[in-house]
């Protein structure tokens, strides 16, 4: 899991911090768990459109099958 970067200066920054050590800029509340977050719905959409392309363009098994 990496840790979370401060968007304007791109350090790391802690998870429980409320400002930036380098540039102080003010966090966003969890960004920490934000992140992650998104990162789980984009694995979800992804795996469902995995999911819709094999129902949809069923694979071809006759040149393995056939041999
Ligand atoms: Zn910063």
Redesign the pocket.
């Known amino acids: 899991m990496s840790k979370p970067s401060?968007k304007?200066?791109g350090?790391d920054v802690e998870e429980n911090d409320d400002h930036?050590q380098?540039?102080g800029?003010p966090l966003p509340p969890n960004h920490a768990k934000e992140r992650q977050k998104n990162f789980i719905i984009w694995f979800i959409v992804l795996l469902i459109f995995c999911f819709v392309m094999m129902f949809w363009l069923p694979p071809d098994w006759s040149p393995f099958v056939d041999k």
């Open positions: 401060c304007h200066c350090r930036c380098n540039c800029i």
